[in-house]
């Protein structure tokens, strides 16, 4: 598979083949991490698609579906896993135990309701698939032993910037349209949907609907729920059409039952969402404080005093030095502003002060500028964005020289902040240090509320040859155990997927879980949408 602009997607990582670290990058990589990790330099290559050993299909698709149909080996192998480290860890070993029977990508929702009936009738599991991104096991087809075999559906071809209404600020998209091609189309109207998730590249409208996925924006309306209007979606029963309107007070919120809904529901094929103006006016900058509870405490008088700037980010001393945006010596504080209406001087100005008061240092001028991005004003904040947005090839990369690369979020109100940003640190070093095993943890804040942060971390550490899963799971239960026990949720934004599950099950009310089966049951009476996330069906 190609993107729109010719990119080869690559089968087993994260990303496109030729934006992947070259071999000087990575040769470089490994002479930084060898001596901290203890490792030797040897790079892991993934094998070659013909030496994969693929499971045979279990099903045959009907003539009737053949033309949207594939079973190539790439196609089969690619959409076995999504992008997780535990994914890129088996793709490497050539280990894809849940590679689907076949690829399907329907052109039209009429289509997908074709694939769905077909997949009803001969107890078939159907894995909806957008941009391949998830990180939590939400499009792996492992579906257990009740099903004759699963497809995986690919909805590339439902894409598109199909209507943009200027007069109320709304646009109707396909829901297989990638994160570019969106703002693209967007563009040529002066418009933005102003949702860029880390993902953005390589995820998709329906994929952030479905996994409640929140953009890069730390306030305001970051969330993918806020972000939408109406939707389409393509269930087992039939098809669910909600209504275009601004808010409405007339019972539960269909598009809340749906948004999140991870594809156990159905299939979103298309979305009106809300848009905005392109950004005229930037303002904003950097800040350094001592330690990172005194950055998280000018983060919460920020998110409580009513300026909501558009960005408002918070990086630890060491994610600092690892980013080359500091010397490991402070936290750095992200502060940013924009406007398509309005310069934003005065706004500025009170987000300096409010920052001093807490004792941060201000870094470099913060005025309004037009028509300048974090990039163009450069400094510390351009340094990190950069390296932000490389993140997940460096984290292949790393993977490929034998480190153990995780990330896991949560979000917790501000008077458990601490607690938690503590108690998760201890428990993974202590995890850690248990095995005598070289290991980093950074963490960031993402997203500010006024009544609480996410915080984010990221983990690094050798991983321990042929026990890489193992170790894996170790450590995924201890930090997931770990959130759950201060206070936090299981997840703000990378969904639930499968391999949170257990802790999901914990985190919502029992007879939430009931009604979420019952509406599963009359939307998908054979229970064949994406088996194994959100909700299993009762047995006698």
């Given amino acids: 598979m190609s993107s729109g602009s010719g990119h080869i997607r690559s089968w087993w990582g994260w990303g496109y083949e030729d934006e992947a670290l070259g071999d000087q990058e990575i040769e470089s990589l490994a ?3 060898a001596a901290q990790f203890g490792l030797d330099g040897r790079v892991s290559d993934p094998p070659p698609i013909s030496a994969l050993d693929l499971r045979a299909p279990r099903v045959e698709v009907p003539s009737s579906l053949a033309g949207i149909a594939s079973v ?16 890129v860890v088996r793709a490497l070993a050539g280990s894809l135990p849940n590679v689907p029977d076949a690829v399907l990508r329907p052109r ?15 107890r078939v599991a159907a894995v909806p698939f957008g941009g391949g991104s998830s990180v939590v096991g939400g499009v792996e087809p492992d579906v257990g032993d009740g099903f004759r075999g699963a497809v995986s559906v690919d909805l590339e071809a439902l894409s598109g910037v199909y209507d943009v209404d200027a007069v109320s600020l709304g646009s109707r998209i396909g829901g297989g349209t990638l994160g570019p091609e969106l703002e693209t189309g967007l563009k040529e109207q002066g418009m933005t949907l102003r949702h860029f998730p880390q993902s953005f590249e390589c995820s998709t409208l329906g994929g ?26 393509v269930t087992p029963a039939g098809l669910v059409e909600t209504r275009r309107l601004p808010a409405s007070g007339a019972g539960p919120d269909p598009n809340r039952l749906l948004i999140g809904s991870e594809g156990a529901l159905g299939i979103i094929t298309a979305a009106w969402v809300r848009v905005r103006p392109r950004p005229r006016w930037r303002a904003g900058g950097s800040a350094r404080f001592p330690d990172f509870p005194a950055g998280a405490r000018a983060l919460r008088a920020l998110a409580q005093s009513g ?4 960005n408002c980010r918070l990086v630890d001393p060491l994610e600092a030095l690892v980013n080359g945006a500091g010397d490991g010596s402070s936290a750095l504080v992200i502060v940013g502003f924009e406007s398509a209406d309005h310069p934003l001087d005065a706004w500025a100005t009170r987000a300096e002060e409010c920052v001093k008061e807490y004792g941060g240092t201000i870094e470099g001028d913060w005025g309004c500028t037009e028509q300048a991005s974090a990039a163009d004003r450069g400094g510390p904040a351009a340094a990190w964005r950069g390296s932000f947005m490389r993140a997940p090839y460096v984290r292949d990369a790393l993977v490929r020289l034998g480190v153990l690369c995780e990330t896991f979020e949560t979000a917790v109100t501000w008077d458990r902040f601490e607690e938690l940003h503590s108690s998760v640190r201890q428990a993974l070093e202590s995890q850690f240090a248990r095995g005598g095993v070289p290991a ?9 509320y006024p009544d609480g942060a996410a915080p984010y971390f990221t983990v690094l550490a050798r991983a321990l040859p042929g026990a890489e899963m193992a170790q894996w799971k170790e450590m995924k239960e201890v930090a997931s155990d ?10 703000h934004h990378h969904a639930v997927g499968r391999d949170h599950r257990r802790w999901y099950d914990e985190e919502r009310p029992g007879l939430f879980a009931q009604a979420i089966e019952a509406a599963k049951s009359a939307l998908d009476p054979a229970w064949i949408c994406n088996p194994g996330v959100l909700v299993d069906r009762r047995r006698a």
């Fill in 108 to 122: 039209s929702a009429t289509e997908v309701a074709a694939v769905l009936d077909w997949c009803s009738g001969e």
């Fill in 307 to 310: 300026l909501e700037p558009a």
């Fill in 440 to 448: 980093l943890a950074t963490c960031r804040v993402t997203h500010v």
């Fill in 72 to 87: 190539s080996d790439r196609d089969r192998a690619r959409h076995a896993h999504g992008s997780s480290y535990s994914d």
């Fill in 31 to 33: 002479r930084l991490v």
């Fill in 482 to 491: 770990a959130v759950m026990a201060a206070g936090g949720t299981i997840t």
């Fill in 208 to 233: 952030w609907i479905a996994t409640r996925a929140g953009g890069h924006f730390a306030t305001g309306p970051t969330h993918i729920d806020d972000l939408v209007e109406s939707m389409e979606v």
